[in-house]
Antibody, heavy 119, light 107 residues
Framework: QVQLQESGPGLVKPSQTLSLTCTVSGGSITSDGYYWSWIRQHPGKGLEWIGFISYRGSTYFHPSLRSRGTISVDTSRNQFSLNLSSVTAADTAVYYC???????????WGQGTLVTVSS | DIQLTQSPSFLSASVGDRVTITCRASQGISSYLAWYQQKPGKAPKVLIYPASTLQSGVPSRFSGSGSGTEFTLTISSLQPEDFATYYCQQLNSYPRTFGPGTKVDIK
């Protein structure tokens, strides 16, 4: 059973960089055909897909976040990470990592981690 | 980006009721639509994909239909554990987008 777990600071100051890591267990991040995504949910709101990375390092970012975001992968640790720079209060959200596959829904999700942007 | 709208945004229903939620896409997405259920404090769980195929382990009271731009999720007889928020998501193209959600509450 694949499991994903987000980790990182729960509080980030405005203008700083939000950094989160997702650790995958019960399966390999190098499994062919899978992408590894970040999704966020603003408090009391809907879901927003941020972007994905493949184990080979190819990425796709939501156009609205592309200028501020990077996603990286560490296959030796079975982890992938999200960096979002120049954060504002509008980036306060629960951040989820999830397993993705082209033309298939997100089948495994982390439990989510709340990141608050505040001074 | 493909925009998804859902209606209603909120509905109040009783146990045993039949409930229907509609999702509309801003352009045709064939059957590349998934339905998720999310309970408070939990990650979403996929119920149906593609448009009308129940995922393994999902109760048969859930069903989905539609293609192109209009889709529906139906719960034939609402159970206490079904009170949650439901989201549609399109998988036709990137960026992936979700509908704004429909909260199903207890009447």
């Amino acid at each position: 059973q694949v499991q994903l777990q987000e980790s990182g600071p729960g509080l980030v100051k405005p203008s700083q960089t939000l950094s989160l890591t997702c650790t995958v267990s019960g399966g390999s991040i190098t499994s062919d055909g899978y992408y590894w995504s970040w999704i966020r949910q603003h408090p009391g709101k809907g879901l927003e897909w941020i972007g994905f990375i493949s184990y080979r390092g190819s990425t796709y970012f939501h156009p609205s976040l592309r200028s501020r975001g990077t996603i990286s992968v560490d296959t030796s640790r079975n982890q992938f990470s999200l960096n979002l720079s120049s954060v504002t209060a509008a980036d306060t959200a629960v951040y989820y990592c999830a397993r993705d596959r082209d033309e298939f829904p997100f089948d495994y999700w982390g439990q989510g981690t709340l990141v608050t942007v505040s001074s | 980006d493909i925009q998804l709208t859902q209606s209603p945004s909120f509905l109040s229903a009783s146990v045993g009721d039949r409930v229907t939620i509609t999702c509309r896409a801003s352009q045709g997405i064939s059957s590349y639509l998934a339905w998720y259920q999310q309970k408070p404090g939990k990650a979403p769980k996929v119920l149906i994909y593609p448009a009308s195929t129940l995922q393994s382990g999902v109760p048969s009271r859930f069903s989905g239909s539609g293609s192109g731009t209009e889709f529906t999720l139906t719960i034939s007889s609402l159970q206490p554990e079904d009170f949650a928020t439901y989201y549609c998501q399109q998988l036709n193209s990137y960026p992936r987008t979700f509908g704004p959600g429909t909260k199903v509450d207890i009447k």
